[in-house]
């Protein structure tokens, strides 16, 4: 997030879309609900689904599923030529609007109505409510992302933030909202293929001087080119160029796409080592399984969705001869070259704030009471709430022209409806922590697709009935949810219940920039069991 | 009313929120979790995973011992520490010596703290010598 989940509320228009936050991010979800409730604030929720926020929502934009570019691009268009453009903002803080102008000068909002799906009129109500709040954010998490347009849908909001002024104070800003608890972090610290830890480039001269130094590795041993992220490792895995993975605290064989794939390249590879509190479906194709602790039986830091790194603090003991994660990962690394010695976790953390620039001014004493926020770059730093406030990371704010392209596979006459897949309250991921909760379970128990009562009725299904959901890559059994959340034509799951595993439709392809994959689009039909249900 | 042995303050596991926690602790078990009010996340709230999605930690199929296997066609069996890392160790050596450092692929973890993230990496990048390591950050 540029800015602070508690300036939420002095926003007076929300744009919210691709986040079922009140499910995915409940408390976050509050602030929302704070600002609309009692700031009198409006928002404007853009999804195909009838989410829980929809009952807070002024206006709520139901597109089809892939077809987001089109929308804010034609917000772009009604902003331009309606005038409501921050025109001090972008000749102060932006460049290249005009290129931006040009592109989205055909972009109607009838043109992108015929895309979409949405009315042109709440397209065009949707840009004068954005453009003309005085604050307005923008929120988002993975219904944005997880397209072969992701990085595209991005770029379309942050040109509508920038034309319009709306970043770098409190209640406005471009909020991506981040999943796991540490996903912030594990990109912070470099968790990456092409980045150290800060985001210094691997292809760097300077930056792989610098930590060829720190790490006391001879310059020419550092490794010069960008590395393969998820989805490419499995190819790698298939095609024989990847012999050996190691995975710490993941578990692909039910978070990635197209899993049968993810599965014959598990297989192939010729050595595969799983560390885990839990022997999951990827531990038990391992060669090797060590036994980590849980976030209550040690210590360290998670970074969280507003950039604040807080501590974590063992509350119990170790089970059985399960040891914490860095111990194991240290004690790997002396059996290869290297000579570590960590006392515990707040000397390696000073080691990585002195590698990692947002994080320079922090050590585990000063997030004792409340964290801080990065940047925080000197030990007097007071930690950054709002992003952009004065400058861009990269000076300017770059408007980028962006074009619709279709998601990668589009429904036809044998796979006829559109699979976007998501997550409940009730668990988490693949379900691994949650489902262990028996009070949780007992709530949502067993996995649903949810269906239109209209294709329900089409399709001969009733509320409860067993379906068979069928991708061009594979297949899973799940109870029949009729209800008008999802359009019609449009079907949805989750991906928390292995035995019904949901990533064995979807399909990987990626997002050409992020790599991301598509698990918002997939093409699926839907048929009916004939066998009764067991009780 | 139960009283605790031990109350940790904490951040919550699930999502990227990252609620400030306390830990009730009673012989060994979490008993209780509420959200705390001193900062500026939750302000005292939490979900219905954040207050009481804890019975994972002491589930009893939590990995206690390292396991392995010679071949994929057999069970995987307990071991000890010894074995498993030299295993691990010897193992990755060999690809990284036979085939070249971008043989191997690491996943590191967004549900692991930023110490373990950072020393993951560190020992793929420092020793192992490739960058092919990655999270599901984009899943």
């Known amino acids: 997030m540029t800015n602070s989940i508690s300036d939420i509320p002095q926003a007076r228009v929300l744009l919210v879309t691709g986040s079922n936050t009140t499910e995915a991010h409940p408390v976050l979800a509050l602030q929302m609900k704070k600002a609309v409730r009692q700031n009198g604030a409006k928002l404007i929720l853009i999804d195909p689904r009838r989410i829980g926020l929809a009952d807070f929502a002024y206006l709520h934009l139901r597109q089809k599923p892939g077809t987001d570019v089109a929308i804010y691009n034609a917000m772009a268009h009604v902003i331009i030529e309606e005038g409501l453009t921050n025109d001090d903002f972008i000749a102060a803080r932006t460049e290249n609007f005009d290129a931006l102008k040009e592109a989205v000068r055909d972009w109607t909002p009838q043109r992108a109505a015929a895309i979409s799906g949405v009315p042109a009129a709440q397209i065009v109500e949707a840009a004068r409510l954005y453009a003309t709040s005085g604050a307005s954010a923008i929120f988002w998490a993975m219904g944005i992302t997880q397209h072969t347009t992701g990085t595209d849908n991005v770029k379309v909001l942050a040109n509508l933030a920038m034309m319009t002024g709306n970043v770098g104070r409190p209640g406005t800003g471009v909020n991506p909202l981040r999943g796991q608890n540490n996903v912030q972090g594990a990109c912070d610290l470099g968790g990456l293929p092409n980045v150290f830890p800060g985001y210094q480039a691997v292809t760097s001269v300077d930056a792989r001087h610098k930590f060829a130094e720190a790490w006391g590795v001879p310059y020419e041993k550092m490794n010069d080119h960008v590395g393969l992220t998820v989805t490419e490792m499995m190819n790698g895995a298939l095609h024989g160029t990847v012999k050996a993975i190691f995975i710490m605290g993941e578990n692909p064989m039910l978070s990635d796409p197209n899993l049968s794939h993810v599965k014959e390249a598990l297989e192939a590879v010729e050595f595969l080592a799983v560390q885990d509190i839990f022997l999951n479906e990827t531990g038990r194709m391992a060669d090797v399984v060590l036994p980590a602790v849980s976030f209550a039986e040690k210590g360290g830091t998670f970074t969280n969705t507003e950039r604040r790194v807080q501590l974590i603090r063992p509350a119990l003991p170790t089970p059985g001869n399960a040891r914490p994660d860095w111990q194991i990962i240290t004690d790997i690394a002396n059996r290869l070259e290297a000579d570590w010695s960590y006392a515990d976790e707040a000397e390696i953390f000073a080691e990585m704030a002195a590698l990692t620039p947002q994080y320079a001014g922090m050590s585990h004493a000063r997030l004792e009471q409340d964290g801080l926020q990065w940047p925080c770059p000197t030990s007097e730093h007071p930690g950054t709430a709002v992003l952009h406030a004065g400058t861009f990371a990269r000076g300017k704010g770059l408007f980028q022209a962006v074009n619709y392209v279709t998601p990668a596979e589009e429904v036809d006459d044998d796979y006829p409806y559109i699979l976007s897949t998501g997550r409940i309250l009730f668990h988490w991921h693949g379900g691994t922590m949650s489902r262990r909760s028996p009070g949780l379970d007992a709530i949502a128990p067993e996995a649903e697709v949810e269906i239109h009562p209209d294709d329900g009725e089409q399709l001969g299904i009733a509320h409860g009935d067993l379906v068979q959901v069928s991708s061009r890559r594979g297949q899973v059994v799940a109870a029949a949810r009729l209800t008008r959340r999802s359009p019609a034509g449009t079907v949805f799951m989750t991906f928390h219940y292995a035995e019904a595993a949901t990533n064995l439709l979807t399909i990987d392809a990626v997002d050409p920039t992020a790599k991301i994959p598509e698990y918002k689009v997939c093409a699926v039909k839907v048929e009916a069991l004939p066998v009764p249900r067991q009780q | ?139």
């Not at chain 2, 830990?23 to 500026?40: A, E, S």
């Not at chain 2, 999605?53 to 307990?78: F, K, T």
Request: neutral net charge; glycine residues 6%.
């Open chain 2, 1 to 139: 009313m139960l009283q605790a042995d031990q109350v940790v303050p904490t951040t919550c596991p699930y999502c990227g929120v990252g609620c400030q926690i306390d830990l009730h602790i009673k012989d060994g078990m979490i008993f209780r979790v509420n959200g705390r009010f001193d900062n500026h996340v939750n302000h005292g709230n939490l979900c219905v995973k954040g207050r009481f999605g804890y019975d994972y930690v002491h589930a009893p199929d939590r990995l206690r011992q390292p396991l392995i296997r010679a071949n994929r066609s057999d069970e995987l069996a307990p071991t000890d520490w010894d074995i498993a890392l030299n295993t691990v160790a010897n193992r990755l050596r060999h690809a990284r010596d036979t085939y070249g450092p971008d043989s191997i692929a690491i996943l590191t973890s967004a549900k692991c703290t930023n110490e373990e993230n950072y020393l993951l990496q560190k020992l793929t990048r420092a020793i192992l010598g490739t960058n092919s390591v990655d999270h599901c950050a984009r899943l």
